[in-house]
C-alpha cells in the first residue's frame, strides 16, 4: 500500500502535537499551581530576578568592554565596574518587589511597608554607587593636571568631601520622602541645633572656611618652603588640612599651624614663582683702605667655586652701604632650593674668612678706646 506525502506529513503533525499538547498541559498545570501557591510563587519571581539581573550584568559586560577596551581613558571602565553591581541589585530589588505584589498581602500597612524599604533600598544603592563613581572620576582628574586644571592632588580631598556631603544630604532627604515623614520639625531642631553648634565651634568652623579658602587660593603647597612672618615660623610644607598646616622645620620639628592663624598672616612661600631658586644675601665688611675691585674678584671666584651656588643666575657683588667702622659688601647667589641656602652660607661664610686672611685685608670690628682723665690714687 502505497502512501502519499501529503499522509505522511499529516501523521508526522499528529505525532508531534501528543508531546507539545503534553508539555503545555504539564506547564499550566505549573503555572496554575504557583497561581495557587503565592509563596512559591513568589519564591520563583525572586529566583527568577536573580537570574536576570545575572544575565544583565554578563550581557553588559560583553557588549560594553568590545567598546571600553577600544577607549583610552579609564573612566569607561569605572563607569562599568561601578555601575554593573547596582544593576543587578536593582534587578534583585525588583523581583522582591513583584514576589511582593504576588502574596497579595491583605494588610495594607504591610505593602507599604515592604514598598517603603525596597524603595530606601534602591536609595542607599544608588547613592553608594554614585559616590563611588564620583570619587573615582575625580581621582583621575587629580592625577591628569594638564587636563583638569581646578581639581588636582591638594584639591581633591575638598571636592571629595563636599561631593561626600552633598550625596548623602541628597539620600537623607530621599529617604525622608519615601517614608512620608513631616520634615518641618527636623528643620526646626536642626536650626537650633546648628546656631549651638555655631557658637560652641566657632574657632573649628573658622579653622574650617580657611582651609577651604587655602586649598582653593593655593597660596602654598605641599613641599614648599614657607616663611609665617610674625611668628618667624619656617619649614617645608608636608600636609594640608581642612582644619590645620603641618610644616617640619629645619630642625626637624613638626608644626601644626591652625588654618585661622594662617589666613590672617602674610606668608613667604621662598619655593613658589618662575622658579623654585632662591637668591642669598651673604653681607661682607671691609676696612676702607680695602681695594674694591680686588675684593670684587675675590668675592666672585670663591661664588664660582661653591658646587651649591647656581651657575645660571651667575653670582653678584654688590656694594651696599659706607658702614660706620667699614665698606658693606654683598655677595649674591642662587641655591637651586631653599633648603641649601643653610649648608652655602656656612661654606661661603668660611671660604671668605679664609681667604681674606690669606689675602691680609682687614675685617673690621667694633673697638672701643677708654681714656682716664686721671690716674686713681693708690
Not at 559586560?61 to 573612566?75: H, M, Y
Not at 579653622?207 to 582653593?216: D, E, K, Q, T, W
Request: aromatic fraction near 8%; charge should be negative; proline fraction near 4%.
Amino acid at each position: 500500500m502505497r502512501i502519499t506525502q501529503k499522509e505522511a506529513l499529516e501523521a508526522l503533525d499528529i505525532q508531534a502535537e501528543v508531546p507539545a499538547s503534553a508539555l503545555h498541559d504539564l506547564l499550566s498545570h505549573w503555572l496554575l499551581e504557583l497561581t495557587e501557591n503565592r509563596l512559591a510563587g513568589a519564591v520563583v519571581l525572586i529566583v527568577g530576578a536573580v537570574i536576570v539581573g545575572k544575565a544583565v550584568s554578563g550581557i553588559l559586560r560583553a557588549t560594553l568592554s568590545v567598546w571600553v577596551k577600544r577607549s583610552e581613558t579609564p573612566l569607561d571602565d569605572l563607569t562599568l565596574q561601578h555601575l554593573s553591581g547596582p544593576l543587578v541589585q536593582t534587578t534583585v530589588l525588583y523581583g522582591f518587589w513583584a514576589a511582593a505584589v504576588h502574596l497579595q498581602l491583605d494588610d495594607t500597612g504591610a505593602r507599604m511597608f515592604v514598598l517603603r524599604v525596597i524603595q530606601t533600598m534602591l536609595v542607599l544603592i544608588w547613592s553608594f554607587a554614585t559616590l563611588t563613581l564620583i570619587d573615582g572620576f575625580l581621582r583621575h582628574a587629580s592625577k591628569k593636571r594638564d587636563r583638569y586644571k581646578i581639581v588636582e592632588n591638594r584639591t581633591f580631598p575638598l571636592f571629595s568631601n563636599l561631593s561626600k556631603l552633598l550625596l548623602v544630604g541628597v539620600a537623607i532627604y530621599g529617604v525622608i520622602l519615601v517614608w512620608d515623614v513631616n520634615t518641618q520639625a527636623w528643620l526646626a531642631s536642626a536650626g537650633i541645633a546648628g546656631l549651638a553648634i555655631s557658637f560652641a565651634a566657632k574657632d573649628t568652623l573658622s579653622n574650617l572656611f580657611a582651609g577651604v579658602f587655602i586649598i582653593a587660593d593655593a597660596p602654598y603647597r605641599i613641599g614648599d618652603y614657607i616663611v609665617l612672618q610674625g611668628a618667624g615660623t619656617r619649614g617645608e610644607v608636608t600636609s594640608i588640612g581642612l582644619r590645620s598646616t603641618r610644616v617640619v622645620t629645619r630642625d626637624d620639628i613638626e608644626i601644626t599651624i591652625p588654618n585661622a592663624v594662617i589666613g590672617g598672616a602674610q606668608i613667604v612661600n621662598q619655593t613658589a614663582g618662575p622658579s623654585p631658586k632662591m637668591r642669598v644675601r651673604i653681607p661682607v665688611g671691609v676696612a676702607y683702605d680695602t681695594d674694591t675691585d680686588r675684593l670684587r674678584a675675590i668675592l666672585m671666584e670663591i661664588a664660582s667655586e661653591e658646587p651649591l651656588a647656581c651657575k645660571t643666575p651667575e653670582p653678584r657683588v654688590r656694594f651696599r652701604l659706607f658702614g660706620a667702622s667699614s665698606l658693606d659688601f654683598e655677595l649674591l647667589v642662587w641655591v637651586d632650593d631653599p633648603e641649601d641656602r643653610g649648608r652655602v652660607v656656612d661654606t661661603i661664610l668660611d671660604a671668605v674668612l679664609t681667604r681674606l686672611r690669606a689675602e691680609e685685608i682687614e675685617i673690621p670690628y667694633p673697638k672701643r678706646d677708654l681714656y682716664l682723665k686721671e690716674q686713681p690714687s693708690a
